[in-house]
């Protein structure tokens, strides 16, 4: 099989001081992904520093390919200045990299300030960004892998206005309507390693065409088990589930995936 893993953080236990010895942490996953037979893992950044280093990663282990983005709660911790400037950049490594990401909308994250003069700012703010960043996607034909969490609708709606026929929704948790306008669309989805669990994603993997579907892991989160134990090769296990869902084999499960994987990120 070949195994495709679209959306990851490999720089959080770097970044994030989830393990002690993070070079160990790294290669023992990345050794395991390849026993597993995965071909391609998308490590995405999140913010500046967090893409120098998926670059960085990229360079050293050929397994890895580079998304660079900026997470919408952090665009709203910056200038509009220093946005314009990592975008600039972001637009200078167009050959380099396989994707924009991760970028999108939230509005869980400050749920608790929903009301608030001040969350409605820092919402505007994200709203801004995500516009600059569609624009940088339309102008360097590069996918966006996005994060729509409580969100969903805004997100559909600024790319409906968009150009952009490459989308990917990142562990899409929307309204089955939506998934329905996202798939008539033609857009694509990544379906977590929560699929052996949890009905909402199981029902659309039912819902969406086999050519409009990928696997990602967000390692090390979304795992079989809680807290940040995710990793590449859990995509086996997603693979054979949606193959059951779709009643196929899990080869050819694979072999589509592989090929949605190909188009939309080469």
Not at 150 to 175: I, R, W, Y
Not at 243 to 249: R, V, Y
Request: proline fraction near 4%; charge should be negative.
């Amino acid at each position: 099989m070949r195994l495709i893993d679209a959306h990851a953080h490999l720089d959080a236990h770097a970044m994030k001081g989830l393990t002690e010895n993070y070079a160990d942490w790294l290669s023992g996953i990345l050794a395991r992904a390849k026993e597993k037979q995965v071909k391609a893992i998308v490590a995405n950044g999140t913010n500046p520093e967090s893409n120098r280093q998926v670059q960085t990663l990229a360079q050293e282990h050929d397994l890895i390919k580079p998304a660079l983005g900026f997470y919408p709660t952090e665009v709203e911790k910056i200038s509009e200045e220093f946005l314009d400037e990592e975008l600039e950049y972001i637009k200078k490594q167009k050959d380099k990299i396989v994707a924009i990401g991760e970028v999108g909308l939230d509005k869980k994250y400050s749920e608790g300030l929903l009301t608030s003069g001040k969350w409605k700012e820092l919402y505007a703010k994200q709203q801004a960004g995500f516009e600059k960043i569609i624009s940088l996607s339309e102008k360097t034909k590069k996918p966006l892998l996005l994060h729509t969490r409580k969100a969903e609708q805004d997100v559909v709606d600024m790319l409906e206005s968009s150009s952009l026929k490459n989308p990917m929704m990142h562990c899409f948790t929307g309204k089955k309507k939506l998934v329905k306008t996202i798939a008539d669309h033609g857009w694509n989805f990544s379906v977590p390693v929560t699929v052996l669990k949890l009905h909402q994603f199981q029902e659309l993997v039912k819902e969406v065409p086999l050519n409009q579907l990928l696997t990602e892991t967000d390692t090390p989160f979304l795992g079989p088990e809680s807290g940040p134990t995710n990793e590449p090769a859990n995509i086996s296990l997603s693979v054979m589930k949606m193959a059951e869902l779709k009643g196929i084999t899990k080869e050819e499960m694979s072999d589509q995936i592989f090929l949605n994987y190909m188009r939309l990120f080469n």
